[in-house]
């Protein structure tokens, strides 16, 4: 069975800054995809990213990008230019290619802008 | 265009009592996932369903059953509650199953205190 696990529990960095937010997962097969989500207090998950593990290039969105290490299963998580709207719980997850739907989650970590 | 629904917000309930919690996907989406987010526990998936049919379970015991209504909404019904059952329970939708690149869209939850 596939795990994921976000060694940092809580974070905080200062308004600007960048940050980096772990994630290492375990899993025997080849072919899948790697999320982060965010969870503002109060409010919707909502997806951040998506990495497809059969692509080598990073992915990027905005200020977020990701370094996708596949040999060594780790999908770390870089915000840049950190705004106090990036406050919130961020969770790596997995989700197979193809068949099972699920996806599954590490257990987060708290991010805190200060501003 | 309206994004994933659940009711209530809020649920109280009595230990042995039972629960039943409601989602309404985006429309549009046929496949709906309930997941468990338990303090400390990070997401759990518990249920999917696709085109009104069970596809997958998590490792949950029997008393937390579901099932999909022809208009693709879902429920939720955990039977016996226990005071671990005390989490917020998510829905999320997504356009087909089978896939994995499709996004889930989650809802805002459901918050299930068991006392």
């Known amino acids: 069975a596939q795990t994921v696990t976000q060694s940092q529990p809580e974070m905080s960095v200062q308004e600007a800054e960048t940050v980096t937010l772990s994630c290492t997962y375990d899993?025997?097969?080849?072919?899948?995809?790697l999320f982060w989500y965010k969870q503002p207090p109060s409010r919707q998950m909502i997806l951040v990213i998506r990495?497809?593990?059969?692509?080598?290039q990073n992915a990027t969105e905005n200020r977020f990008s990701v370094n996708f290490q596949k040999a060594a299963k780790s999908f770390s998580l870089k915000i840049s230019d950190s705004q106090l709207g990036d406050t919130a719980m961020y969770f790596c997850?997995?989700?197979?290619?193809?068949?099972?739907?699920?996806?599954?989650f590490g257990t987060g970590t708290r991010l805190t802008i200060i501003p | 265009e309206a994004g994933v629904t659940q009711s209530p917000t809020h649920l109280i309930k009595t230990r042995g009592q039972q629960a039943t919690l409601r989602c309404s996907p985006i429309s549009g989406h046929t496949s709906v996932y309930w997941y468990q987010q338990a303090l400390g526990l990070g997401l759990q998936f518990l249920l999917w369903?696709?085109?009104?049919?069970?596809?997958n379970r998590g490792n949950f015991p029997p008393r937390f059953s579901g099932r999909q209504f022809p208009n693709y909404s879902s429920e939720l019904n955990v039977n016996a509650l226990e005071l671990e059952d005390s989490a917020l329970y998510l829905c999320?939708?997504?356009?087909?199953?089978?896939?994995?690149?499709?996004?889930?869209?989650f809802g805002p939850g459901t918050r299930l205190t068991v006392t």
């Open positions: 999320a939708s997504s356009l087909t199953g089978g896939q994995g690149k499709d996004e889930q869209y």
């Open positions: 990495q497809e593990a059969y692509k080598q």
């Open positions: 997850a997995f989700r197979f290619l193809f068949g099972n739907e699920k996806l599954t």
């Open positions: 369903y696709d085109e009104g049919e069970e596809r």
């Open positions: 899993t025997s097969e080849n072919n899948y995809y």
